[in-house]
């Protein structure tokens, strides 16, 4: 396996996506193998997605390391449960890293491929981060934060879109990634912090 930044991303978005699995799990009283489960479907359930829609294998399948990186979220959330729980936006936090990463690591793979026009990089990018997060809910009997005034996809489809504004500039990749990953972050920072979210259906 080449092991480049973009699987440094990979890993660094499984990990932060599972802790935010396993901590909402913890609340709702499910057992450590539960935890975990829901932990691992998190961190892996959006690129799971978005690789069998371009009739790829799950990216999960060709090695171990996914299944220990979210045995290591785990083990972190049980060693570190009081410091982690004094912090009272834990969840969000590390929601939000993952949904960043993972959006940024969707439109990668989906543009090395060479085969598919640049607004379904953007769809796979959002599948990749925001489905995790719909299947953990779905798991915990909760509504999916996506469906909730939250503003959540649309935050990746921001962000994909300037990932695709900076590749038109001609930024180096890194700078590309980095600058869509902080938007992503901004984005769902300030729209929860002052209340901004998507206009309600009305009957």
Known sequence: ????????VEYIGTFAFAISGVRMAAQQR????GAYVVG????VGGGTIRDLLLDLPPFWMNTGSYLLCTAAAFLCV??????????SRTIF??????????????IEKTLELNLYPFWLAIIMGSITGAAGGILRDVLLNIEPL?????IYASACVIGGIVYWLCSIAGLNTMLT????????????FFAVKYK???PLMKN
């Open 1 to 8: 396996m080449n092991f480049n930044f973009i699987n440094w």
């Open 30 to 33: 499910f057992d450590w193998f």
């Open 40 to 43: 691992f479907i998190t961190a």
């Open 78 to 87: 049980i060693v570190f449960k009081k410091q982690i729980e004094k912090v």
């Open 93 to 106: 936090i590390f929601d939000t890293i993952g949904l960043c990463l993972f959006v940024v690591v969707g």
């Open 146 to 150: 996506i469906f909730r005034k939250e």
């Open 177 to 188: 990634q980095t600058l869509t990953a902080t938007c992503i972050f901004a984005i769902r």
């Open 196 to 198: 901004i979210g998507l």
